[in-house]
Nanobody
Framework: VQLQASGGGVVQAGGSLRLSCAAS????????MYWYRQGPGKQRELVAS???????YADSVKGRFTITRDNAKNIMVYLQMNSLKPEDTGVYYC???????????WGQGTLVTVSS
């Protein structure tokens, strides 16, 4: 499975961005998709996840971020980020949980910078 994330950029506090993640390859093995982020000097944290059965969000983004998935062709996963705060700044990564591996597949990160 290959993952390609895009959509990062610089935005002022209160603004919005939409991140996209395109999955290719053995996508039939994917059972769950994730967005993680890593802020400056911080550990990587799970922001949101989506599967057929559930959607979960970190408490810090509930009500502001929305994760969606489009299975029409390949798998696309989006993270709509509204009311952005400076503390949302970081590198955002998409990842996939796979039925054929105990390891997640990871995409390259996309940088989100929220200025105050």
């Amino acid at each position: 499975v290959q993952l390609q994330a895009s959509g990062g950029g610089v935005v002022q506090a209160g603004g919005s961005l939409r991140l996209s993640c395109a999955a290719s390859g053995r996508i039939f093995t994917i059972y769950e998709m994730y967005w993680y982020r890593q802020g400056p000097g911080k550990q990587r944290e799970l922001v949101a996840s989506i599967s057929d059965a559930r959607i979960n969000y970190a408490d810090s983004v509930k009500g502001r971020f929305t994760i969606t998935r489009d299975n029409a062709k390949n798998i696309m996963v989006y993270l709509q980020m509204n009311s952005l705060k400076p503390e949302d700044t970081g590198v955002y990564y998409c990842a996939a949980g796979r039925l054929d591996s105990s390891d997640q597949s990871w995409g390259q990160g996309t940088l989100v910078t929220v200025s105050s």
